[in-house]
């Protein structure tokens, strides 16, 4: 459709035919996301035709219509300038119901607790649809958002999570979950003010269906139960990705302490939980494990303290199930062999500063990922097991992935390094005992607990033959002259003198001698006749 027709048609049209006008439009640049530049201008003028007719008294059908001309307008961060003003930013939040801070009225109230009908709901869809393409692709937008309190009205509307249909709950997620990431400077009202990382939690126990039966614990799964639909899925990984926001380089103080270890709690339950696909299962789990890198280390115990299901008594009574998953998805994310700085680091840091400190964490880890040795024939870095695939990233090409990697085992092993070079190597571990500076041997700083190692009798049988660079026992080397006569060695000891002659005489390599003060020189420089007098002082 031509623009112009469609701009002159807006002036005079009644509501129905601006709604029958914009279908037509909608239909044809449903699936467009690139747009012409040329006509850049006029986008921009439909962008404020839309919103002048969204600011009458027009039925929630023409409403929806014209909101996903907007929504699709929207793709192009060009024609924005007439949206990302406050006027705009406020029709939009108002067609997404959210009351912002300008408004006033009952705060606490959100009206998401009017009953709507489908045809309101879509409105409200598109509108947060909307408004997360604005503020994503708009820093003008972002600013108006901030200065209308935008985010004040999200967090409202979490309040009545439970009457939420999925997408309006899945898009004020998004919507939450863009302004904390593109807005730092949010980040600290939204936890101080609003109290949104106790709302997300809040959303995460309702769209988990958590069932509390203990401080910190929550029932466990049934293994028959169906997996988790994708509609709850969706919610949940928005609301982890805007807690994460949230919680980024926080610190808290006590009062934050227990809701620290509320969030562990429900993290290690949906951890515990299945989704439709694995790939989804997977995602899921990320989300998880990114946020639970932000919550203080000592709130980790709450992974494995669970009084009612109980534990393994080697392990101190502790239970280790979820444990078991994160090392599960930790092998997953190395077999995939490709995008580790984003997907594998996070795991590898948090199981890191578990192990550090968490006894029981670090020694059921050890036990499944450097289990007691007992065939040292074959290096370190070869083979299925998943030590062998961490050995290998121990010499990984990007710098990130190959600390955090022997990071690893090295806290594994107590940070001893004699324990390390009999797992890896001296080979493969030496560029983290030279960033630490443990070359000539040690422990690092952090104490451990003194229970010991103890090595196989197969270890024990080929200790004294192992390679300590490969870190494992090689086969003797044939010895090249044993078959060769007289005559050949006397061949090969002439061409190894004459190759020796031939790189001195060319300056490649020239022969050393010491001075009678102890410092190296060229060889015909310390060469000198015994009987000369070289003391410099005359004879009479």
Known sequence: MDLNNILSQLETANEEEIDALLQQYNRENSHTFAFEPKEEALRSKLCQSVLTVLGR????????TCLETLRILSRDKRVLAPVATREGMMTLGRMARLRTGEEGGDEEKSSQEDTLSEEEERVVVEALKCLCNVVYNSPAAQQVSVDVQLAHGLCASLRTARSWRHEVGLFSLRLLFLLSALRPDLRGVLRREWHAVRLLSEVLEHTLDVRWVGPYEAACPDSQALPMPAEDNERAMEALKASFNLTLSYTGGEEDDHQFRLIAAILRHLLMLKTETEEKTEEA??????????????????????????????????????????????????????????????????????????????????????????????????????????????????????????EFLFVLCKESVDNLLKYTGYGNAAGLLVARGLLAGGRGETQYSEDEDSDTEEYKSAKPFINPITGHVEEPMPNPIEEMTEEQKEYEAQELVNMFDKLSRQNVIRPMGVRPDGTLAP????????????????SD
Do not use: W
């Open 285 to 406: 789990h990320s989300h998880a494990v990114n946020l639970l890198n932000n919550l203080p280390v000592s709130c980790l115990d709450v992974l494995i303290d669970l009084p009612v299901q109980g534990g393994e008594e080697k392990y101190g009574g502790k239970n280790m199930d979820v444990i078991q998953v994160l090392l599960d998805f930790m092998e997953k994310r190395i077999d995939k062999g490709s995008n580790y700085k984003e997907g594998l680091t996070p795991v590898l840091s948090l199981l890191t500063e578990g192990s550090r400190q968490h006894r029981e964490i670090r020694r059921y880890i050890k036990a499944q990922v450097l289990p007691p040795l007992k065939d040292v024939k074959i290096r370190p870095e070869i083979g299925t097991t998943i030590r062998n695939k961490l050995v290998r990233l121990m010499t990984h090409v990007d710098m990130g992935v190959k600390q955090t990697a022997a």
């Open 523 to 538: 060889l015909e420089e310390t060469l000198c006749d015994p009987h000369e007098d070289n003391s410099g002082s005359d």
């Open 57 to 64: 008294q027009v039925l929630p059908s023409c409403q929806k």
